[in-house]
């Protein structure tokens, strides 16, 4: 029986549906060190299907177009170095919402949101 998934993918990956595909990607990989694991162009030349892999972790992606209009997502992701990758964020040109500190849980968590209304935290486990 073949597999029901590619291996190394998780069951379920985020979808996103942006305006400016190619600068997503481009983000994704100048921050988190995104892999590109498969792309699909449409025959304008504009990216039908992109995935990613972040970690241990894959996202999908796609252009908008008039029958997919953009979507916005809010995702947690662990990283080794939630300020460091905070501060990389806003050098990308994310927006800052909350810079990283350490609540009521192991964790330090920090806020920013992409170009295209994606809110991100990220967090790194300190115990």
Same mark, same amino acid.
């Given at each position: 029986m073949?597999?029901?998934?590619?291996?190394?993918?998780?069951? #379920? %990956?985020?979808?996103?549906v942006v305006?400016? @595909?190619?600068r !997503?990607?481009?983000?994704?990989k100048?921050?988190?060190?995104?892999?590109?694991?498969?792309i699909?162009e449409?025959?304008?030349?504009?990216?039908?299907?992109?995935?990613?892999?972040l970690?241990?972790?894959?996202?999908? #992606? %796609?252009?908008?177009?008039?029958?997919y209009? @953009?979507?916005? !997502?809010?995702l947690?992701?662990?990283?080794?170095?939630a300020?460091?990758?905070y501060?990389?964020?806003?050098?990308?040109?994310?927006q800052g919402?909350?810079?990283?500190i350490?609540?009521?849980?192991?964790d330090?968590?920090g806020?920013?949101?992409?170009?295209?209304?994606?809110?991100?935290?990220?967090?790194t486990?300190?115990?």
């Open positions: 073949a597999p029901f998934k590619p291996t190394g993918y998780n069951s #379920l %990956s985020p979808y996103f305006e400016n @595909a190619p !997503f990607v481009q983000l994704m100048d921050l988190f060190d995104a892999e590109e694991l498969r699909y449409r025959p304008d030349g504009t990216l039908m299907h992109v995935e990613l892999r970690d241990d972790s894959v996202i999908m #992606l %796609s252009e908008a177009t008039s029958s209009p @953009a979507n916005e !997502f809010l947690h992701l662990y990283v080794k170095d300020l460091a990758t501060k990389k964020a806003l050098e990308l040109g994310c919402i909350q810079e990283p350490k609540k009521d849980d192991p330090i968590r806020m920013f949101k992409d170009f295209n209304g994606n809110v991100w935290t990220v967090g486990q300190t115990e």
